[in-house]
């Protein structure tokens, strides 16, 4: 079990949300404080935040606005105030394994036809999440890389930010990862970087952990083998519930040893903080108690830190813990009870 080390589970593939999109898109057009008190939940109005404030696109087939629109229909009117507050507001899109090339295209397209950007979240690396709720990944290196190239097709010319492989660095660093696969990981990781970085419209994130399981002493060196120097920077807190606050710190101090790199904050579910009481072993996994974080946003407290982001859909499950369904299934006791934690 590995559990304890990473703080965090992985979502499922979105596949069926961009089978959804492929129907729909030919005909429809798709500040936080950083100090990590402020809980700054998403605004109820059903709009997106100004373009200058939050460029990133808002998936109108998302799990939480299919939610919203049945609580409307069934007139539970409290209950889809709540959820809007998910629905209103950009989430990361975890590209699947099916189809990554008509995936990445259909997303990319209906951002770049609502004059947004695409957030795309990348998460296939071979032996990823050490056997845990998301286990799997592509079959080996060859199929990784295959994989990447379909992804960066896909994205064309188009604006993407994509967030690289979650975990990927931290599990060689804690060493849930086993050491004969490391060389190999940081190739794939590095190789990624490049490829994507060759479409002229994408800014790529590589994951660097959180505040509760990274030391910057010790992740710095992977991350520069894992090709952070190409990349426009990192992300911390992906999927985990560490403040704003404490995020920006390990966040600038990791940057610190990495030639002043910036980076991306994951606020999807930070507005309370991290969970802290029952098995520090489980804490991490559909945490009760937790609240929505600062509303994505490129105007941050700080000029290192890019963007808040909700990289983690707020609403889906860690995992089938805590009564939650299996991870990346909607959730939709925890999305209330995270909007609502909120207020």
């Known amino acids: 079990m590995y559990a304890h080390r990473t703080g965090r589970a992985r979502l499922a593939c979105a596949a069926p949300l961009a089978a959804a999109l492929l129907l729909s898109a030919c005909t429809s057009s798709g500040g936080g404080s950083g100090d990590g008190g402020d809980r700054g939940a998403a605004p109820s109005s059903g709009t997106q935040q100004p373009k200058e404030t939050d460029p990133f696109w808002v998936n109108p087939q998302g799990k939480a606005a299919r939610q919203l629109a049945a609580y409307t229909k069934a007139g539970r009117a409290a209950d889809a105030e709540l959820v809007e507050r998910i629905a209103s507001q950009p989430a ?81 660093v804690d060493g849930c990862t086993e050491q004969q696969y ?15 970085k060759r479409q002229p419209g994408v800014t790529v994130y590589l994951d660097a952990g959180n505040a509760g399981w990274g030391k910057p002493e010790e992740i710095f060196e992977p991350l520069r083998r894992a090709g952070v120097a190409d990349a426009d920077g990192f992300a911390v807190n992906v999927s985990n519930f560490q403040t704003t606050e404490a995020s920006t710190a390990y966040g600038k101090q990791l940057s610190d040893r990495i030639g002043g790199k910036p980076f991306v904050v994951d606020t999807s579910r930070n507005g309370n903080g991290p969970y802290t009481e029952g098995d520090p072993r489980e804490n991490w996994c559909n945490p009760p108690g937790r609240a929505l974080g600062e509303p994505p946003t490129v105007r941050t407290a700080d000029p290192l830190v890019k963007a808040y982001l909700w990289i983690k859909r707020p609403g889906e499950s860690d995992g089938d813990c805590k009564g939650g369904p299996k991870a990346g299934e909607w959730f939709e006791q925890y999305a209330l009870d995270l909007a609502r934690g909120a207020e």
């Open 182 to 196: 490391h060389e190999e990981r940081y190739e794939l990781l590095k190789g990624a970087v490049q490829r994507l």
């Open 92 to 172: 990361g899109e975890w590209v699947g394994t099916e189809r990554p090339e008509a995936e990445a295209r259909t997303l990319t397209e209906a951002a770049h036809k609502a004059d947004r950007e695409a957030l795309l979240v990348l998460y296939n690396i071979p032996h990823r999440d050490c056997g845990q709720h998301s286990a799997g990944g592509a079959a080996d290196a060859g199929a990784y890389r295959d994989w990447v190239e379909k992804v960066a097709r896909g994205i064309g010319e188009r604006r993407a930010t994509v967030v690289l492989e979650p975990d990927a660095v931290m599990h060689m």
